[in-house]
């Protein structure tokens, strides 16, 4: 499945790289995560509850942030698992100024799922990807609004 | 003798159960203290055990016991076998990796939904809490799920000691210098590449066991939805469990359809049976319709490059083809039969092709086990070949059915004419090809066909036909040829027939119904053949106890080979009653003639009775010197060759130019299925083949993903034909008896989804040549967007 | 647990169920009325169609707690009382309407709603109404034959009455 699309924030690339980086932000901003534990330097323990149709599942399992281009962006690694299949998941984010301060947050990517969450959420998947998508963004221009 | 009920659509005595909800199905089975089974699955198609966990698991409530991979392999069971060998090329055994019941630390999963592991507890919903808390540490590995790229250098592999991914390779016709030389020198030569694609079989009731150990009595009861219940007795006693025969019963109840897919031993009922024991309670299992998907044995999936040559009048030179066919990650009960003997031996059709050449590879991939699915490699043979005709028609502009008629092989009976041998090893019993196309055609209308396409495609409408003509290979078979063949058992029937002190008779057999109506076809026959009323005749199967022995019901072998072993035992009742009547009535066995339930001397009125002559056996006050009482015969027909049904299909389609939509407007079945002894039945079984096959040209298939997902495993993403998918049928037949089985008949179910496929895909394609694009394929299923797409191309 | 009082084919009925019991598994489990059929885990079947206050309902798609209060009618209380046969019943052993038979109880139970409210269908609006219900044996074309033979048959039943 892939995972393409972009955004424009209203912050400037330090402040939002800033925000990439803290894991307080991201678990708040990140759909669906109800924790985020550092285990080691760019690594993560996440456990997420996500509810959406036939696909409704704890998850957990591990986040790692590779290829940290300071200030321009990483690759964010996730592999979670469940109860309803696995999602393994490697996405390229790009930060890019545009003029007035603003941030593009262009996002690349794939990822792999098993289990039932392939078999019966395919058809759907992409739809919830969509959705989580735009959680994400919106949860990320209320947090640039109210800190 | 005159016959009341054959030939006759006699209604069927086994519905009342059915329509009043009383059908006792597996799952309807409740035994007293029966447990409940879950399985841990690998969510991979191809991954490593690292550990499993069973701690959280173990304590949850209700469990009873867990079962892992490493528990058996520690009893030495290795896994359920192949019933059919097949050799390479150079003589060498195939290669035949174990199938283990569940998969042990430190070996691979080779598909998805492969078994780590079985909880087993007091509820289904308590097993199904605590199979979610087994954890399983995974290592995920590549995969290949597709036939032809897992014969690559580089794919990933699916066992180690299959290197290439190659179960066996596989030849049979002539020469291949022969038919290279020959479509070399052929005026035109109609090439395709295709795919026949992945099925899922789907029978509307999910697979469901019952293993149920006795300790008191030592002994094994398993419950099966089951095609064959002495087969699996066969294969899970000497092959899987080492049980006693004796010591394990077999029971197949009522089935919800099989299609194929419920023929072969799958491990879960071994391990139903083996884990009974160890509990020492009943465990029952029944898979879940998911569990149906991504499990079921699936069918065909070939991928395939076909040559036809032509001389310049038309007439077949030769056929050349080389395919890949998937086998999956284990190979099946009869997996490695079906691309070999039930397919590389009808590639001569119905025509006179004088060379013909298959090449064949059978390969593994992380895909669940492909084996027989309704027709069983002869609808493979079938698309091929027919495909081929229509195309080869349209390319050198000649008509499809002339086509076909200039090529078919010339009626014979069989009995005053030879029968016909092929090319590739099989004889054809008896035909007349020519006979049911020029009925179809008649039907079709087809002298105005030509013409209302030409409007049609004036008016912006695109109209097809598409024809395709068949002959299949049914009543599997001679047990000697098969054994040659590789088969690893014999493929007779047995019968006893139990005639009762009151005249009464009671029939055991041992082929499986499981839709088809043997309580009441057998019934038919057992009862002119006797000359009594139906309603004393009772028809008793699916019950290893009771039954000798049976080889089971698919192949369309039931009526061929269980009902002539009927006949068979009813040959010997008669004849021991004669030596009773002729007693009775004082005169010599040969003045005696028998009709209409008794025995009468020629010439005379003087007669006893059928019960008469029944009581006598079991009373045997006044009775014959020497003679045996009773009367009470069993028997087993092995049949002289397989049975060769043969047809003709027509299908008409519009296509829509905006959106490629297909709507099959008409269907047209002529079929021969040599005598046939109830039309109801055999029109029932040509409408369901029928369905499934256009279901495969129009919407069915299969679809993993390159991690080996599948990714359509439920009824919302695999299209299944719904009612309103489908015309009504129009259906005609023919009747050619077969020479060589005392009824006469062939087998019908698997006609209608033998012809069906090709004759959909080719009358869509002959609707886009009509419109102006000629294309030569479109992938199966035929979907809007795949028929759209080859529209703008 | 949840108590619930349910009135099935006629006979009232009080138990404690689990809340996640779907009204198939009650049915089935609880009551043995195992004529309901399950075939799927999607809600696509249609094999375990049952009548819920006189309307067909997939008897997997519901709990069994949400049936508390309800009258339902299985395939096995379909027949009218004093005949042994509903006339679908009857149409589709005439008509070879069932094969393996194991989608057939869901198949009657979802045309008998249909004729209540559709008495004189065509063909096309019979394979409308059965288009939730799955069979793999019979192609459908004898279960049409079936219900347009059972509409006739109730057609002709109501005008001996009238
Ligand atoms: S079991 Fe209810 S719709 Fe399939
Ligand atoms: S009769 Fe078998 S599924 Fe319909």
């Known amino acids: 499945m892939d995972l393409t699309g972009s955004h424009i924030l209203n912050a400037d690339t330090n402040r939002i790289w800033a925000m990439l980086m803290d894991t307080d932000t991201l678990a708040r901003i990140v759909p669906g995560i109800t924790r985020l534990e550092k285990t080691a330097e760019n690594e993560y323990k996440a456990v997420a509850e996500?509810?959406?149709?036939?696909?409704?599942?704890?998850?957990?399992?591990?986040?790692?942030?590779?290829?940290?281009?300071?200030?321009?962006?990483?690759?964010?690694?996730?592999?979670?698992?469940?109860?309803?299949?696995?999602?393994?998941?490697t996405i390229r984010i790009d930060l890019k100024p545009t003029d007035e301060g603003h941030t593009e947050l262009v996002f690349d990517g794939g990822a792999k799922l098993s289990g039932l969450l392939a078999r019966t959420g395919n058809r759907v998947m992409s739809g919830v990807a969509h959705t989580l998508t735009k959680q994400f963004f919106n949860n990320f221009e209320q947090e640039i609004e109210t800190v | 003798m005159s016959n009341k009920y054959i030939g006759q659509s006699v209604r069927r005595t086994e519905d009342k159960r059915y329509i009043t909800g009383k059908g006792r199905y597996t799952d309807d089975i409740k035994l007293v203290g029966m447990t409940h089974a879950s399985f841990v699955r690998s969510p991979y198609a191809h991954a490593r055990v690292i550990s499993i966990d069973l701690s959280a698991a173990q304590n949850m409530p209700g469990v009873v016991a867990i079962f892992?991979?490493?528990?058996?392999?520690?009893?030495?069971?290795?896994?359920?076998?192949?019933?059919?060998?097949?050799?390479?090329?150079?003589?060498?055994?195939?290669?035949?990796?174990?199938?283990?019941?569940?998969?042990?630390?430190?070996?691979?999963?080779?598909?998805?939904?492969?078994?780590?592991?079985?909880?087993?507890?007091?509820?289904?919903?308590?097993?199904?809490?605590?199979?979610?808390?087994?954890?399983?540490?995974?290592?995920?590995?590549?995969?290949?799920?597709?036939?032809?790229?897992?014969?690559?250098?580089?794919?990933?592999?699916?066992?180690?000691?299959?290197?290439?991914?190659?179960a066996f390779d596989w030849e049979l016709g002539n020469p291949l210098s022969e038919v290279d030389e020959a479509i070399a020198q052929s005026a035109h030569v109609t090439s395709l590449e295709f795919v026949n694609q992945r099925m899922i079989p789907n029978a509307i009731e999910p697979r469901a066991y019952i293993g149920h150990y006795e300790e008191h009595i030592d002994k094994y009861t398993l419950y099966t939805s089951t095609q064959n219940p002495h087969l699996i007795r066969l294969l899970m006693c000497a092959f899987v469990l080492g049980l006693p025969e004796h010591?394990?019963?077999?029971?197949?109840?009522?089935?919800?359809?099989?299609?194929?897919?419920?023929?072969?031993?799958?491990?879960?009922?071994?391990?139903?049976?083996?884990?009974?024991?160890?509990?020492?309670?009943?465990?029952?299992?029944?898979?879940?319709?998911?569990?149906?998907?991504?499990?079921?044995?699936?069918?065909r999936d070939h991928v395939t490059k076909a040559e036809m040559g032509f001389d310049a009048d038309g007439n077949v030179q030769a056929l050349r083809i080389k395919t890949y066919a998937n086998l999956g990650a284990y190979l099946s009960t009869f997996a490695p039969a079906v691309p070999t003997y039930l397919h590389g031996t009808l590639l001569q059709g119905l025509y006179t092709t004088p060379k013909i050449h298959i090449d064949l590879c059978g390969m593994f991939t992380h895909t669940v086990a492909v084996d027989a699915y309704r027709g069983a490699g002869r609808p493979e043979?079938?698309?091929?070949?027919?495909?081929?005709?229509?195309?080869?028609?349209?390319?050198?502009?000649?008509?499809?059915?002339?086509?076909?008629?200039?090529?078919?092989?010339?009626?014979?009976?069989?009995?005053?004419?030879?029968?016909?041998?092929?090319?590739?090893?099989?004889?054809?019993?008896?035909?007349?090809?020519?006979?049911?196309?020029?009925?179809?055609?008649?039907?079709?209308?087809?002298?105005?066909?030509r013409q209302m396409q030409r409007e049609a495609a004036q008016n912006g409408?695109?109209?097809?036909?598409?024809?395709?003509?068949?002959?299949?290979?049914?009543?599997?078979?001679?047990?000697?040829?098969?054994?040659?063949?590789?088969a690893r058992a014999g493929l007779y029937e047995s019968a006893q027939v139990r005639v009762q002190p009151t005249g009464k008779v009671s029939v055991y057999s041992g082929s499986h119904s499981h839709g088809q109506g043997h309580e009441t076809t057998f019934a038919q026959v057992v009862a002119d053949k006797l000359g009594i009323p139906m309603e004393d005749v009772d028809i008793i199967h699916g019950d290893s106890d009771a039954v000798a022995f049976g080889m089971g019901t698919y192949g369309s072998r039931s009526l061929a080979v269980g009902g002539s072993a009927i006949v068979k035992s009813i040959e010997k009742v008669l004849?021991?009653?004669?030596?009773?009547?002729?007693?009775?009535?004082?005169?010599?066995?040969?003045?005696?003639e028998y009709a209409e339930g008794k025995w009468t001397v020629k010439g005379t009125d003087q007669s006893v009775s059928f019960g008469d002559v029944a009581l006598t056996a079991y009373v045997p006050h006044v009775y014959p010197q020497g003679l045996e009482p009773g009367l009470d015969f069993s028997s087993f027909y092995d049949p002289a060759n397989f049975t060769y049904p043969f047809g003709c299909h027509i299908a008409v389609v519009e296509v829509d130019t905006e959106t490629g939509k297909v709507t099959l407007k008409r269907f047209i079945a002529v079929d021969d299925v040599g005598n046939v002894v109830n039309p109801m039945i055999v029109d029932g079984q040509i409408h369901g083949g029928l369905a499934q096959g256009i279901g495969q040209a129009l919407l069915e298939g299969a679809i993993y993903d390159e991690n080996g997902q599948l990714i359509n495993g439920s009824y919302m993403d695999y299209a299944m034909p719904r009612a309103d998918d489908l015309p009504m049928f129009e259906l005609d037949r023919q009747e050619t008896p077969c020479p060589h089985n005392p009824l006469g008949v062939k087998g019908a179910g698997e006609a209608g989804c033998i012809g069906s496929t090709p004759a959909v895909v080719n009358a869509v394609i002959d609707a886009l040549w009509s419109g102006g694009h000629p294309v030569k394929d479109i992938r199966m299923p035929l979907t809007p967007e795949r028929v759209w797409r080859a529209m703008q191309s | 647990m949840a108590k619930i009082t349910v009135k099935v084919n006629g006979k009232v009925y009080s138990h404690e169920v689990e809340p996640r019991l779907?009204?198939?598994?009650?049915?089935?489990?609880?009551?043995?009325?195992?004529?309901?059929?399950?075939?799927c885990d999607t809600s696509s079947c249609g094999s375990c169609t049952i009548h819920l206050d006189g309307q067909s309902v997939k008897s997997c798609s519901m709990l069994a707690v949400q049936a508390d209060g309800c009258e339902i009618t299985t395939i096995e209380g379909l027949a009218p009382s004093g005949s042994e046969l509903h006339p679908l019943q009857e149409g589709f052993k005439e008509c070879h309407g069932l094969q393996c038979g194991f989608c057939t109880t869901g198949m009657i139970m979802s045309a008998a709603d249909f004729l209540q409210s559709n008495p004189d269908p065509s063909e096309e609006q019979i394979r409308h109404a059965l288009e939730g219900n799955f069979c793999r044996c019979t192609g459908y074309h004898n279960i049409v034959k079936s219900v347009q033979w059972a509409a006739q048959k109730m057609k002709e039943d109501k005008a001996v009455t009238a």
């Open chain 2, 461 to 486: 409408k695109l109209l097809g036909v598409g024809f395709s003509t068949y002959v299949e290979a049914c009543g599997i078979a001679p047990s000697a040829v098969v054994g040659a063949l590789g």
């Open chain 2, 68 to 166: 892992t991979g490493d528990d058996i392999k520690a009893t030495g069971i290795v896994g359920v076998p192949t019933g059919w060998q097949v050799n390479f090329k150079n003589g060498d055994t195939m290669k035949e990796p174990p199938h283990p019941l569940l998969i042990a630390t430190g070996s691979t999963s080779k598909h998805i939904g492969d078994p780590v592991a079985v909880v087993i507890a007091e509820t289904y919903a308590a097993a199904v809490d605590a199979s979610e808390a087994v954890e399983v540490e995974w290592e995920e590995l590549d995969a290949v799920t597709d036939p032809f790229k897992a014969a690559q250098e580089g794919a990933a592999l699916v066992h180690a000691d299959a290197p290439g991914n190659l």
């Open chain 1, 50 to 89: 996500i509810k959406m149709g036939p696909v409704s599942g704890s998850f957990s399992g591990g986040l790692t942030l590779q290829d940290i281009r300071e200030g321009e962006g990483y690759t964010l690694h996730v592999k979670q698992s469940s109860k309803i299949g696995n999602a393994d998941a």
């Open chain 2, 575 to 592: 004849e021991k009653g004669a030596k009773i009547a002729a007693h009775k009535l004082e005169c010599a066995e040969g003045d005696l």
């Open chain 3, 22 to 39: 779907l009204l198939a598994h009650y049915l089935r489990e609880v009551l043995s009325l195992t004529g309901t059929h399950i075939g």
């Open chain 2, 381 to 449: 043979a079938t698309y091929l070949l027919e495909r081929l005709m229509d195309l080869a028609a349209l390319e050198m502009g000649k008509d499809p059915v002339q086509l076909r008629k200039q090529n078919f092989i010339p009626a014979f009976n069989g009995v005053s004419e030879p029968g016909y041998q092929t090319q590739v090893a099989l004889q054809y019993d008896s035909g007349n090809y020519q006979g049911v196309l020029d009925r179809g055609v008649e039907m079709l209308g087809y002298e105005n066909f």
């Open chain 2, 247 to 299: 010591k394990v019963r077999v029971l197949g109840p009522d089935v919800g359809g099989g299609f194929g897919s419920k023929i072969f031993h799958y491990t879960e009922e071994a391990l139903v049976t083996w884990a009974s024991k160890q509990i020492n309670r009943p465990i029952k299992w029944t898979e879940t319709r998911s569990e149906a998907f991504m499990l079921d044995a699936h069918g």
